[in-house]
């Protein structure tokens, strides 16, 4: 038995050993205390296991030592032989080190100074850069400085422009050009003041020979006069009929490209000529004491302004025809052009410019109608004919530019605008052909700038005069499309009426037919139609045209359920007329016009809808309880439109229910309804009272 335990205790001894050499010291502590938890002094017996074990692995190491030993020793061996090898090597670096670094040096110096050298070169050529910006200016100034010297001063004053606009702003951050540009004003103001006075000296000297230049400017008019004869009869020889009309021999397309340039300076030094001009023609055509004439001719300029004044009358009455006849042969519908040529053909005759219209592929669209280039060409054709005149009564050009813008306002604001005021009111104009007149008002309107600057053009007369009138076609234009928006909304109002005529309610229906009426479907698509035409209308008109289409519907179909001469309403007319409000509603929020926010445009439609939700709920609790609260489901229902309501439904009721005494459903619903009957009529005699 002891043999047994002592065996197993040596197996348990193994197994210990075997844990300790296999497993983490952290983990040794349970194993070392099974050994104790044992049987007695089996510790002891464990130790000298432990002993014999720790021998044994002493024994393999001194053998695994003695067996590399010997390897051991010729590496150390060769590692000393080595070593000297390896201080030899040391040595060899440090010289090439040493030699490596005295020789870097150099480079090192020679490096340095090749970049001071390139840093130099960069600055020099900036600095020449710099000097090729500045020495034109310099030159320009110096060029100024000689001009001014010279007396040159026209060439000097266009020098100083090409200082200030195109060479001080390159090198505009240095000092000197600063100071340059402080100088120019001063330099420009010395020229007037020179300029004045020799303008002064001229004029004194002129006035010395002021008959001899007379004399010659007569011989040249004269001779002018009869060559412009002959060319018009040359002329008229070879066909050529297109009216040239010539201002002291100046056709009225030549413009003069310096008179835009020119500013006060130049309006001060004319004004002043012409001041002296006159005093010393006052001095000239003084009449001596002792001659028989000096009649005064105001009288016959008087004549020719009034003249003057019929003959443009007469000219607006002609166009007022000519208007007519275009209003009346246009198609109202966009200009179809198929080629380029076709194209260049309609911009020649009107200034129409559209980048989005010009991308797009041949055929295609102008917007506006075949009117606007014609009333176009005839505005500048009567602008021709009342120059033709006016070129007759000898006025100076400011007069004569004058003349022109007045007589085109009138052309405008009366004649053009008494045409189109006609044609908007015409019954044959329909929405498509109003539609079509604004959008033409609006291409006029654009047009009136280049108006201006055709007469500018014949006259050579500066917009910035101050005297200088313009024109109104602005306001025109703008009346006449506000005329023809007021009656798109009158016509489309009338339109809406012919529809609702065609309404058939068989108002005492018991119940409704599941679909809305046909006269609302037609209505409806007439207007979805309608407005897809409006597309083209400014987003303000065509929102308006639409909101308040919606807003006369909904008062129309207001008004049919309340009509005085309806008496009685069956529920299922109720009904049916709820299909036909939905509709309407669903119409509004299908955004038939775009730019419409939320449910703006159902709206419209809010009174009615709260008043049919009321009748078809049956939710008089409510609309009693809540009446006159900001939060009331029912609050657009005024009470007496319930209680009308109401009241024909009530008569209804009676007369379909001949047996309701017997029976205690209607009983019940005949006393609500009478029950609400009178209470609407307290909140209707409380409102009366209160206002």
């Not at 009449?287 to 003959?311: K, T």
Request: hydrophobic share 35%; glycine share 4%; net charge neutral.
């Amino acid at each position: 038995m002891a043999d047994n335990e002592s065996v197993e205790c040596i197996t348990e001894h193994e197994r210990i050993l075997q844990e300790i050499e296999s497993t983490d010291t952290a983990c040794v502590g349970p194993t070392l205390r099974s050994v104790y938890d044992d049987q007695p002094n089996a510790h002891k017996r464990f130790m000298e296991k432990l002993e014999v074990r720790i021998r044994n692995h002493d024994r393999e190491i001194e053998k695994m030592c003695n067996f590399h030993h010997q390897g051991f020793v010729d590496a150390i061996t060769e590692l000393l032989k080595v070593r000297a090898d390896a201080e030899k090597l040391m040595g060899q670096v440090t010289d090439t080190n040493r030699r490596l670094q005295d020789a870097g040096r150099e480079v090192t110096a020679q490096t340095e100074e090749v970049i001071r050298c390139r840093i130099q070169q960069r600055n020099m050529t900036t600095t020449v850069e710099r000097l090729q910006l500045c020495i034109p200016v310099l030159e320009m100034y110096s060029k100024l400085k000689e001009q001014l010297e010279s007396k040159r001063y026209y060439a000097a004053l266009k020098t100083m422009e090409q200082l200030e606009k195109v060479y001080i702003p390159r090198v505009s951050r240095y000092r000197f050009c600063q100071i340059m540009a402080e100088n120019l004003p001063k330099l420009r103001e010395d020229i007037k003041d020179i300029s004045m006075s020799d303008l002064k000296d001229f004029l004194e000297s002129i006035r010395k020979h002021s008959d001899k230049i007379g004399e010659t400017a007569m011989k040249q008019a004269q001779q002018h006069r009869t060559f412009n004869s002959v060319v018009q009869k040359h002329d008229s020889g070879m066909g050529y009929t297109k009216p040239v009309y010539s201002l002291n021999g100046r056709t009225p397309t030549q413009h003069n490209g310096l008179a835009a340039e020119e500013g006060g300076d130049r309006e001060t030094f004319e004004n002043y000529y012409r001041k002296q001009r006159k005093k010393q023609a006052r001095l000239v055509l003084q009449p001596q004491s002792n001659m028989g004439y000096g009649y005064p001719v105001n009288r016959l300029f008087d004549l020719l302004f009034e003249i003057r004044d019929q003959y443009n009358e007469t000219l607006l009455k002609k166009w007022a025809l000519v208007f007519r006849e275009i209003f009346e042969l246009d198609n109202y519908s966009p200009i179809p052009v198929e080629t380029e040529e076709e194209y260049k053909s309609v911009i020649s005759r009107f200034p129409f410019h559209d980048a989005e219209i010009e991308k797009q592929d041949f055929p295609k669209k102008l917007p506006m109608s075949q009117s606007v280039p014609q009333i176009y060409v005839q505005v500048k054709e009567f602008i021709y004919a009342s120059l033709k005149f006016s070129e007759s009564l000898h006025r100076s050009w400011t007069e004569i530019d004058d003349m022109l813008r007045k007589s085109t306002n009138l052309l405008l604001t009366r004649t053009l605008s008494g045409c189109l005021q006609n044609l908007i009111k015409k019954p044959h104009i329909g929405l498509t052909e109003l539609v079509q007149i604004i959008i033409n008002t609006t291409h006029l309107e654009q047009a009136c700038k280049y108006l201006e600057d055709f007469i500018t053009n014949i006259t050579n007369v500066s917009p910035e005069t101050v005297h200088t009138t313009r024109l109104y076609g602005l306001s025109t234009f703008k009346d006449a499309r506000h005329a023809a928006e007021g009656e798109i909304y009158t016509k489309l109002n009338q339109k809406i009426d012919e529809f609702i005529q065609l309404a058939d309610y068989d108002w005492g229906m018991p119940e409704s037919d599941g679909q809305a009426s046909g006269y609302l479907m037609d209505l409806i698509n007439f207007l979805r139609s309608t407005f897809q035409v409006f597309t083209h209308l400014p987003g303000k008109v065509a929102q308006t045209a639409c909101m308040s289409a919606c807003k006369h519907l909904s008062t129309s179909l207001m008004q049919m359920l309340l009509d005085s001469e309806l008496k009685q309403i069956s529920m299922g007319a109720v009904q049916q007329f709820n299909l036909d409000v939905i509709q309407c509603e669903l119409f509004a929020s299908s955004e038939p016009v775009p730019g419409f926010q939320g449910d703006t445009l159902q709206l419209a439609f809010i009174d009615l809808r709260q008043l049919l939700d009321l009748f078809m709920v049956w939710d008089w609790s409510t609309y009693l309880a809540d009446y006159g609260q900001p939060t009331s489901k029912y609050l657009r229902v005024n009470p007496s439109t319930a209680l009308a309501l109401l009241e024909k439904m009530k008569d209804t009721s009676k007369k379909n229910n001949i047996f309701s005494q017997f029976r205690k459903n209607d009983r019940d619903k005949q006393k609500l309804i009478e029950t609400v009957v009178k209470q609407l009529r307290s909140l209707v005699n409380g409102m009366s009272q209160h206002s």
